[in-house]
């Protein structure tokens, strides 16, 4: 009897070993990624991006050079003033006016230029196509039944940095 029962127990706990077992194969593995990180250091990173910031600073140098041309016409327009040689004062003046309304015009053309080159790039589908598959690979590779992005829902309330990918998927895409 006392065989039987020993023999009854080490069943039981093999039982139990293998229901855990089983178990422990069906939990879902979740991973999150800071898709808003990833997408910023995508594009700090990306060729389009340097040239919209190298557009945006020769826009910004110009606009500079011509503003100080006006500070400069400025200058001599109360200098002429002074001196009580108004037809000299009024003829800057008039300059003044041409080449402020000239700016006006220019920064306003630059920055609708500027603004369709940043939207052009934020909607491009490349990125996206590469994040997708890039995750894909990851949760395949890491054994992950679903991977959710921090800013896509507000329902994640705490999340474990031990499931955080965010790192991964910025190495896997080069970045």
């Not at 557009?55 to 006006?70: M, S």
């Not at 000239?102 to 994040?131: C, G, H, I, P, W």
């Amino acid at each position: 009897m006392k065989k039987n029962f020993k023999s009854l127990i080490a069943f039981a706990v093999v039982f139990m070993l293998a229901t855990f077992s089983a178990a422990a194969q069906q939990i879902t593995k979740f991973g999150v990624v800071d898709t808003s990180k990833v997408y910023s250091v995508y594009f700090k990173n990306s060729a389009p991006i340097r040239n919209y910031e190298k557009k945006k600073a020769e826009f910004q140098e110009e606009i500079n050079k011509r503003t100080e041309e006006l500070k400069t016409l400025q200058q001599k327009k109360l200098e002429y003033e002074k001196n009580g040689n108004d037809s000299q004062a009024l003829k800057i003046e008039a300059e003044i006016t041409k080449k402020t309304d000239y700016l006006t015009e220019y920064t306003n053309a630059k920055n609708v230029e500027l603004d369709s080159m940043l939207k052009s790039l934020e909607s491009s589908d490349d990125f996206y196509k590469k994040l997708y598959n890039t995750l894909g690979q990851i949760a395949e590779s890491g054994g992950y039944s679903m991977i959710l992005s921090l800013q896509a829902s507000n329902s994640i309330l705490w999340y474990s940095n031990s499931v955080d990918i965010t790192e991964q998927v910025i190495q896997k895409l080069g970045l």
